[in-house]
């Protein structure tokens, strides 16, 4: 079955303690990214990487880093986590055939920092 | 950057009712895609939809490129379409989608 695997589902946290949250995909995307989701504010891109080792910041990198060391995978790492990191997050992949490019989500990682 | 606004930001239908969500952008887009966050915060891929109909079951979406519009219709609603609707479109090489701020559908008996 086609799909992208977050973890954790959710995390509660203290400021400062660096974590990662993790995704996968089997679909072998070349194309992944990650959102945070706030009210009022709807979804965001973090970062986005077209393929393994090429990534680039989206409209709210700061505080976040990623990698993309093989096309499955792209975490999400917070050095220092604040209290204003406490939002839900998703991770994404994508393809284009024919030039119909379509995004898949992960089930969303509701993290919250304390 | 492109601008999302998605009407209306709240609705609530009684169950079997009809609705339409709208979805307005500022540019021209090469990729449009309708979303339905279940209460349980998942998101699902409803429509791929730059242009033209589609079709699904209760649930059916037209994108006018040239006006710069999508709407999804929802026929014969039941609970389980409760949630929020998200628009999202790409525009030209832009490499992300943008989305809009959704519409709250609450669908009760």
């Known amino acids: 079955e086609a799909q992208v695997t977050q973890n954790p589902r959710y995390l509660i946290t203290v400021t400062g303690k660096k974590l990662t949250v993790t995704c996968s995909q089997n679909?072998?995307?070349?194309?992944m990214s990650w959102y945070r989701q706030d009210p009022g504010l709807g979804l965001r891109q973090i970062y986005y990487?077209?393929?393994?080792?090429?990534?680039d910041k989206g409209d709210v990198p700061e505080g976040y880093k990623v990698s993309r060391k093989e096309k499955r995978n792209f975490p999400l790492i917070l050095e220092s986590p604040s209290p204003n990191q406490t939002s839900l997050y998703f991770c994404?992949?994508?393809?284009?055939?024919?030039?119909?490019?379509?995004?898949?989500f992960g089930q969303g990682t509701r993290l919250t920092v304390v | 950057g492109i601008q999302v606004e998605q009407s209306p930001p709240d609705l609530i239908l009684q169950e079997g009712a009809n609705s339409t969500l709208r979805c307005n952008f500022s540019?021209?887009?090469?990729?449009l895609q309708w979303f339905h966050q279940n209460p349980w915060g998942q998101l699902i891929n409803l429509f791929y939809?730059?242009?033209g109909t589609k079709q699904n079951g209760r649930l059916s979406a037209t994108t006018v490129a040239t006006e710069r519009y999508s709407l999804l219709y929802i026929s014969s609603s039941q609970t389980t379409d409760s949630g929020v609707y998200f628009c999202?479109?790409?525009?030209?090489?832009?490499?992300?989608?943008?989305f809009g701020t959704g519409t709250r559908l609450q669908v009760t008996l």
């Open positions: 994404a992949s994508s393809f284009s055939v024919g030039g119909r490019p379509k995004a898949f």
């Open positions: 679909m072998n995307h070349e194309y």
């Open positions: 990487s077209m393929n393994v080792e090429v990534t």
């Open positions: 540019d021209s887009v090469n990729n």
């Open positions: 939809i730059p242009s």
């Open positions: 999202a479109v790409r525009a030209g090489t832009a490499s992300k989608l943008t």
